[in-house]
């Protein structure tokens, strides 16, 4: 097992191979929504299919060797529920893995994304194994099946409506950022974006397509916009809310700058969290990617919380830049002409988490 796994899944599966559980000896497993980072090595390469909706996990483990899928494929013979933050968004995972398994089904958490509370409510509809505690997660395991499967059918998830304050509707899920209303940072900038935007634009880290909507809705000299996010659930949200014929969707890693764009504005939100870990360079890493795919008179438009120092790397990577009138929790800039000594080539990948901000 890697020592830099952030959460240590493969010690944990070790543990329950250790105490009893049994892989059956062919067929898939399906490993739903593993993180980059973590390591799988208990498990037969040649046989693990890794379903996860979000980019840059995907890109790793299919860097690795590993099939990669956005959805299940197939049936599995075994699989491994790997908890995310959102307990609606796990529930939904384990439903999924039950109603497609075979064998057994794995259930693993970190204690800080509330793999105790999960695994209490398993034991009221399975016969679940004994807990195994380590590395600050927990991990238990089920038979599956049809009839396991009939059991958490009211635990998946559909489509969700937010209501803005128009009466316009936006769908969402549970599990993408900002999933049970709007957020405010994100309104706060949709009330600045001015109507003279022209042009080629992106909203990087689009989630569901708030700001996108926003944007097209108010400027109409906006030629395209494209809407960049990692994670495959929120674009398909956002194929649903912003029907504008000049909206191009993406999914990618908005940290690392899509080559052959070259535009004349950006707008964002960028998340500042992994998981329940600050990182702040995340932010860091949408402002240098949107330096980097302006054209040389390009405007940034974004939004931060105001304890993000940002100013810096918008001082770093624009020739200038403004703080506009925010709100007490969050902070509006307007940044224009990207220094290309700051940009593309200097910008490290990262890979954010799910997309999740804390609101002030």
């Known amino acids: 097992m890697s020592h830099s796994d952030p959460a240590p899944r493969a010690l944990r599966l070790e543990l329950l191979l250790d105490a009893g559980l049994t892989l059956p000896d062919a067929g898939a497993i399906g490993v739903f929504h593993p993180r980059a980072g973590e ?8 046989r693990v299919q890794v379903i996860t909706p979000h980019a840059p996990d995907h890109a ?28 609606a968004e796990g529930r939904d995972l384990i439903a999924m893995a039950a109603r497609l398994t075979d064998g057994p089904v794995i ?34 395991w089920f038979p599956a099946g049809e009839a396991a499967g009939a059991k958490f059918e ?12 128009r009466g316009h509707a936006f769908q969402t899920l549970p599990g993408v950022f900002s999933s049970d209303g709007i957020d405010q940072a994100s309104a706060l900038l949709a009330r600045a974006l001015p109507a003279g935007l022209k042009g080629v634009g992106a909203d990087l880290g689009a989630g569901w397509g708030y700001l996108s909507w926003h944007m097209l809705k108010r ?24 029907t504008d014929p000049r909206a191009r969707f993406h999914w990618a890693d908005a940290t690392t700058p899509l080559p052959r764009l070259a535009l004349d504005f950006v707008i964002m939100n960028p998340p500042f969290h992994q998981g329940r870990d600050a990182r702040p360079q995340l932010g860091t890493a ?12 390009g405007q940034l438009w974004m939004v931060a919380n105001r304890h993000l120092p940002y100013e810096p790397t918008l001082a770093a990577c624009f020739r200038s830049h403004v703080e506009l009138p ?7 800039f307007h ?25 002030a």
């Open 39 to 46: 390591s799988l090595t208990p498990l037969p390469r040649d």
């Open 286 to 297: 949408f402002i240098r990617a949107a330096a980097a795919m302006l054209r040389p008179s």
């Open 335 to 359: 940044a224009e002409g990207p220094l290309r000594t700051h940009t593309a080539a200097r910008t490290a990948p990262t890979h954010p988490a799910k997309r999740t901000r804390r609101r």
């Open 154 to 165: 009211d635990w998946r998830v559909s489509p969700a409506q937010i209501i803005d304050d």
């Open 326 to 332: 925010g709100l007490p929790g969050f902070k509006l």
């Open 60 to 87: 790793a483990f299919q860097a690795q060797g590993f099939s990669c899928t956005v959805a299940p494929q197939g049936r599995f013979s075994a699989a491994i529920v790997c908890l995310p933050r959102s307990r």
């Open 107 to 140: 259930i693993d958490g970190q204690k800080t994304d509330g793999a105790d509370a999960t695994l209490r409510e398993l034991k009221s509809r399975v016969r679940l194994s004994a807990t195994l505690a380590k590395g600050h997660g927990k991990a238990a």
């Open 219 to 242: 400027a109409a000299g906006v030629s395209t916009l494209h809407l960049i996010d990692s994670d495959s659930r929120a674009l398909d949200s956002a194929r649903v809310n912003v």
